[in-house]
């Protein structure tokens, strides 16, 4: 065989070659095209120095790392003194009644916690308890339906399991007055690795409910965890206009991102109206106020003004016996004005102020936030509302990153429980605010909805569903921009 070319198939193999090495060349220029294009669209904006105080004027003037519960710079005077009898009545553990107090009886007569401090530790989250079956605080579970068809709360144990029950009452009780379950906890661990191989490993919970104390579940009733949220910050979040927030919403995904904020609509116990929720994982709550006050009736047993009845359903005969007995007339056990001494404290505790944040490596890690397109659902900054509820938190620029928007997570994140507008994949954005500090002020550091993530990676890890893209452009990153990353939310 002539293994020779002549020289016009050698010609004619060079302009073969020249062809190709011209489309090339122009398939390389439009994809480095499309690629300035895509990260200029990307791009993080000029560097703000309104970004270290990210509470404005109420970020925390000076910040000591005991605690995350400090007033912010704006609270002065006699409302410093304020705020501060509120916070006894978020640190003191109620009492069952009838008590020597009647200031703070009232518990139960089935409840999780005794305090609100239990479950937001330092102003942050809660003790996460070691696997196994338990009575823990910082870990509740709710009850919802698994489909459309499924009854709104289960029949017999309502829309959150008690773990715990006053002892005072028993002996004159007729029935057995019972927890309603324990909480059984294990995980299973997954093995990963980034695209240039350094390994991770994700824990996933398995939950299950044990001694069961009132029969089976209904059909069709799931479980849903929820870890205590940090709680600085919150009166801000309250002060954003509802036109801010639905300015962001996108149901159908028209600009084709991947991205479709929703805003969960739910009730509102004071207007009787639907209203846009805010707070809460599934953002069940559209006020500050309903927040807190439905933690005091669900999570202690104190019923209020807002949520005037007991947490006992018709089949728990003991629990309505015991709640007769200790408040015979019903009355709220926690007055208005003691609300209001509360919402005081809740709505001015102070976001701690931003930390190294001009660093060379924070300020790379703030280019990838934004090249990572996780600016998308962690909006940056809003300007809270000129007729804001407190004028003292009217007209502030603040640096949440959230847009307080239902977002479909995927099934790893999954509770498969619907909660009002919200599906069982999706859940509300959380602030990161702050994020970087729970090691350091709580000696641990746990995240999103049932604390699962270890790390702030590990939660990153965890994202999918419309935050699948962030998450693969994450873990493409290399180590150092993954950890100039890191730096930046640390910072935040």
Known sequence: MNLQLTRKQRANKSKALASVGALLTFFLAITWLSGCDQAQQNSAPKFDPSELAPGGQATIKNFNYRSFIQPGAHLKGLDRVDFWAGFTFFEMPWVAAPASTTVRDGLGPLFNTHSCLSCHSKGSRGKFFAEGVGEQSGLLIRLGPKHSTAPEVDPVYGGQVQVRTIDAVKKYLTDDLKPEAKIDLAFEYI?????????????????????LGYGELADGIGLSPRFGPNIFGMGLLDSISDQDLLNQEEINDTDGDGISAKYNRVPDVVTGKQAIGRYGFKAKHPTLVQQVTAAFTHDIGIVNPLFPNEVCTQAQTACQQASKLTNPKGEHEIAQRLVQDVMMFSQHIGVPPARDLQSEQAQQGRELFYQLNCQSCHTPSYTTAANAKVESLANIKIWPYTDLALHDMGPGLADNVLEYDADGQ???????????LQQRVQGQQLYLHDGRARTISEAILWHGGEAAASKQAFSQLNQSERQALLKFLQAI
Not at 192 to 204: I, T, V
Not at 426 to 436: A, D, M, N, S
């Open 426 to 436: 999706e859940w509300r954005t959380p602030p990161l605010w702050g994020i970087g």
């Open 191 to 211: 093995e990963g690795r980034y695209a240039d191989g350094e390994a991770y490993q994700l824990r996933k919970p398995i939950i299950k409910l044990t001694e």
